[in-house]
């Protein structure tokens, strides 16, 4: 009982840890890109610490999925925190819960699993939360804000995500795959940097390390030692810690107030990922 209390107070650290993402991304005043490349470059070395003292090197033939992960955390990572400055933090964060709705569609085409009762009842609360977040930011040309596909990539993508880390944790442990990400992920963005022409604003290079050090290193192996000491499902309900404490820090930090169309939107979504992990 011990270490499931302690696996559950580790996570509910790291969700009040993760829901300060989108928050942090606006403090800082540096460009997007220039956030995603310090996030990778600090994960890089994090994980690599990790990585050496375990002596987890092997990826056992999983590469070209790595890649592939790396591809879709990089597009997750980049269109949520664009998002967040798009649109209100409740919407973006919202809208990247949408991940398990793609999870529920493509997972019987690439992991070969059905679709129960419970599965489809979920599938439907979900997609009508995200409609209904959808009809509040039509405007009146019926153009959905640019903030709002962001977030619609960013949970697409997650969910992608998910479906590829399952594949690739058959055979290597969670530190490896994430240290072999941010290997390849981060030469990437630096010459994405680069060839961009986006400014590194040096007055922020202590902030942008602060930001890659509590979200890609602290953050991910607080939860993941969190994950480790409890069961999947007790788990899952716990990270929907993560989009309540960013509503909450929004309106404490940003003065910035939900409508209740995107509260009512956002709960569907939740509920719906409720019943899916529920027994």
Do not use: W
């Not at 956030?35 to 050496?52: A, C, H, P, R």
């Not at 209904?132 to 596909?149: D, P």
């Not at 981060?186 to 060839?195: A, R």
């Not at 030692?225 to 993560?242: H, K, P, T, W």
């Amino acid at each position: 009982m011990e270490k499931i209390l302690q696996g559950a107070i580790l996570i509910i650290i790291a969700m009040l840890i993760f829901g300060s993402f989108g928050i942090f991304s606006r403090a800082i005043d540096s460009p997007v890109l220039v956030l995603v490349m310090f996030f990778q470059i600090v994960g890089l070395f994090g994980m690599g610490i990790i990585v050496f003292i375990r002596k987890t090197y092997s990826v056992k033939g999983q590469l070209k999925l790595i890649a592939c992960y790396v591809a879709m955390n990089l597009i997750a990572d980049m269109s949520f925190l664009a998002a967040v400055r798009y649109t209100s933090v409740a919407n973006a964060v919202f809208l990247k819960y949408t991940g398990p709705i793609y999870v529920l569609l493509l997972a019987p085409l690439l992991l070969k699993e059905t679709r129960g009762k419970k599965i489809i009842s979920a599938l439907v609360l979900a997609i009508a939360g995200l409609l209904i977040i959808l009809y509040q930011n039509i405007s009146g040309t019926n153009a959905i804000s640019f903030g709002i596909v962001l977030g619609i990539i960013s949970g697409l993508t997650l969910g992608i995500v998910t479906i590829i880390i399952k594949k690739i944790l058959t055979n290597i442990s969670v530190y490896t795959a994430m240290f072999y990400r941010f290997l390849i992920s981060t030469p990437i963005m630096i010459i994405v940097v680069v060839f961009s022409g986006a400014i590194i604003p040096m007055e922020s290079i202590a902030m942008l390390l602060f930001f890659g050090a509590i979200f890609a290193v602290v953050g991910t192996a607080i939860h993941l030692e969190g994950v480790a000491r409890v069961s999947a499902q007790r788990a899952s309900i716990l990270f929907y810690i993560e989009p309540l404490a960013a509503v909450v820090f929004a309106i404490i930090l940003l003065s910035e107030t939900p409508t209740l169309l995107t509260l009512i939107g956002g709960l569907l979504i939740i509920l719906s990922s409720y019943i899916m992990i529920k027994k």
